[in-house]
C-alpha cells in the first residue's frame, strides 16, 4: 500500500526556517513528480512547490519562490521542502503529494496526512 508521511512541521519565530520531509513507501514513487501543498483554517488547498522525478524541474507558487526549495533523494524515496524566511501567512497544514507535475492539486493521486506548520509573528 502507497503511503506518504510528512514530519518536521512545528511552531517557529517569523523570519525562521523549518525543514519538512516526506516519507513514500509502498511503491516506487521515483517516477512520479511530487508536491507539496498546503492549506490553511477556512482556505482551500494551495499548491506550494512541485519537482519532477528527474529533479530537473521544479516549480514554486508566487507566494513562497526565493523562499522555500523543494528537492528530493530518490535512493531515499524522500521529498524535503526547505522552508526559509517564514510569514505568519506560512501557517497551514501542508501536504505531501505524489502524481503529475502539476499546480492542480486533482493531479495528484497519493497524499500524505498532513503536519501542522505555525508561524508566530
Known amino acids: 500500500q502507497a503511503q506518504l508521511v510528512e514530519s518536521g512541521g512545528g511552531l517557529v519565530q517569523a523570519g525562521g526556517s523549518l525543514r519538512l520531509s516526506c516519507a513514500a513507501s509502498?511503491?516506487?514513487?521515483?517516477?512520479?513528480?511530487m508536491g507539496w501543498f498546503r492549506q490553511a483554517p477556512g482556505k482551500g488547498r494551495e499548491f506550494v512547490a512541485a519537482i519532477l522525478w528527474s529533479a530537473s524541474n521544479t516549480m514554486y507558487s508566487d507566494s513562497v519562490k526565493g523562499r522555500f526549495t523543494i528537492s528530493r533523494d530518490n535512493a531515499r524515496n524522500t521529498v524535503y521542502l526547505q522552508m526559509n524566511s517564514l510569514k505568519p501567512e506560512d501557517t497551514a497544514v501542508y501536504y505531501c503529494?505524489?502524481?503529475?507535475?502539476?499546480?492542480?492539486?486533482?493531479?495528484?493521486?497519493?497524499w500524505g496526512q498532513g503536519t501542522q506548520v505555525t508561524v508566530s509573528s
Open positions: 503529494a505524489a502524481g503529475r507535475f502539476s499546480r492542480t492539486w486533482s493531479e495528484y493521486d497519493y
Open positions: 509502498g511503491r516506487t514513487f521515483s517516477s512520479l513528480a
